[in-house]
């Protein structure tokens, strides 16, 4: 197993929040030598790392914290030189690091004889395998997912049309920025958060990233796709659900149909050893089965507007969306502890789209599907 060297704060890093799984603001150095956990970190985080794991803690004041304050120019170079000495202390003379890793302490870490290899795949495949505190965490996200989409359907459901076909509830329109009001709300309340999340209706639903915004009528679909992050973790869950207040079009109704049968279709072929590409792929039979293009359809070159836009889904955990994929690129196998979303889609340009989107925990022998909301469309 190769050495490893982190500089990052737990917030912001996915990799550092993964090894120390506590809520350190400040940058801070992680150092794996032989498979002995090593932090040099500030002595008024300590007792939170105590907290969480078995590591051998070291306060900067070990590598002259004291007098590098009198020398140094800089925060920066007193930092860098702590790093040097450190490492060299640990014994640390080949690391691999994250993409994400400091270029300017790369480089003085570099001259001072350290060998350094940029691996984001290696410490991608570091979280795969989901802990029981990040599975938690997942699973407390998950629950207010839940909860804020019952609070974006239950305020669609109070709706009710004025002569223009708007959805009043309360003698004001139900409008996207409403529902999000709603949802964030709720999400507090659950101990989550999320800085943006998608309540599009009608043609801004066939465009997959647009936020929504106006005032919603009936008839006419709302996507509301959600990914909150839980507070004590920083792990995220992904969930979505297509309704319509009042009477659905035909063609909605058949292509939400389709997207939970294809949902489930896909959590039946979800095990260990399969690859995403696999799962991908007995979807997509189906889809374009039915007359839809996919990805691997299309005509090269060409923009994919009409039919299953996206790929399949996608892994979940300290980021939203982090490996395995389960798409055309999607060649590795997966594993017992990865836990996935599943969105299949379906979208005319200029007119509507419609998707679903459940989490699943891939175990030893299959599946376990993490959420729970009813797939109704009319609500």
Known sequence: MPDVLICA?????????????????????????????????????????EEVGEYVIHVPEKFGLDELRRTSSSWDEMFAEIAVRAVRAVGIERAIVPDTFPLLLADRLRAAGLELTPDGEAFSDRRRAKSAAELAGIRRAQAAAEAGMAAARDLLAAGVPDTDGILRAGGMPVTSERLRVA????????????????????????????????????????????????VRSSCFTDMTRTFVAGEPPAEVAEWHRFCVEWLHLALAEIRPGVTGKSVYDAVADRVEAAGFTTQR???????????????????????????????????????????????????????????????????????????????????
């Open 183 to 230: 949802v964030a709300t709720t999400f507090l309340a659950h101990g989550a958060a999320a800085d943006e999340f998608i309540t599009s209706h009608g043609p801004q639903t066939a465009i997959g990233h647009h936020f929504g915004e106006g005032p919603i009528r009936a008839g006419e679909p709302v996507v509301v796709d959600l990914w909150p992050r839980d």
């Open 297 to 379: 359809s299309k005509q090269e070159g060409d923009l994919l507007d009409d039919g299953m836009v996206y790929s399949l889904g996608h892994g979940v955990g300290l980021e939203l969306h982090e490996a395995p994929t389960l798409g055309l690129l999607g060649h590795a196998p997966l594993v017992a502890g990865d836990v996935l979303a599943v969105e299949p889609d379906l979208s005319r340009a200029g007119a509507y789209g419609v998707r679903v989107e459940d989490i699943v925990l891939v175990t030893a022998d299959g599946c376990e599907q993490m959420t729970s909301f009813p797939y109704d469309l009319v609500v």
């Open 9 to 49: 704060d737990t917030i912001r890093s996915p990799e550092m929040r993964h090894e120390v799984p506590a809520t350190v603001i400040d940058p801070f150095l992680y150092l794996e030598r032989d498979g002995i956990r090593h932090v040099v970190v500030s002595s008024t985080d300590v007792p939170l790392i």
